[in-house]
């Protein structure tokens, strides 16, 4: 009896992950492609760009230490892993679509985007799972940047 018992749990464990599958919110693969096409890993993911996107998908959006340095200061890409861990899906939404960020964050496309979008652009983000540690913090433009950057020229007058 034991034996029958312990073949049917090992049975429904086996198939537990292609139910958890049926089960997943289809809005994670929605947001995957999103994050893909929108350019998002093209400065949030480290050496995406560089590698002509081959980096494994377990550390994409977890930020980067290379600065964007110009007229405004440094800026640097937001670990979005470590960030949307701290909103719920509508306070993500709504800063969104107020998002107002310096260069060359291209906030105007994130407000631009529709709720849906946003929305499973979030889940896939919280279904990537927190990783990494936070972005280094702006740098007024007074002060010089210790580490890699891409220099933008000031913008013609």
Known sequence: MKKKICLAL?????????????????QVNRGRYLVKIGGCNDCHTAGYAPSG????????????????????G????????LYMQELTEDQWVKKAKTLSARPPMPWF????????????????????????KPAPAYLPPDQAPTGPVVRFPAPPK
Do not use: I
Not at 55 to 72: F, I, K, M, T
Not at 74 to 81: F, G, K, M
């Open 109 to 132: 496309n994130v407000q631009a985007m529709s709720a849906s979008d946003l929305r499973a652009m979030y889940r896939y983000v919280r279904h990537l799972g927190p990783a990494g």
């Open 53 to 72: 996107g081959k980096v494994p998908e377990a550390e994409w959006l977890a930020g980067d230490a290379l600065g964007w340095n110009g007229p405004w």
């Open 10 to 26: 090992m049975a429904l464990g086996l198939a537990a992950p292609a139910f958890a599958q049926q089960k997943a919110d289809p």
């Open 74 to 81: 440094t800026t640097y890409a937001t670990n979005l892993r």
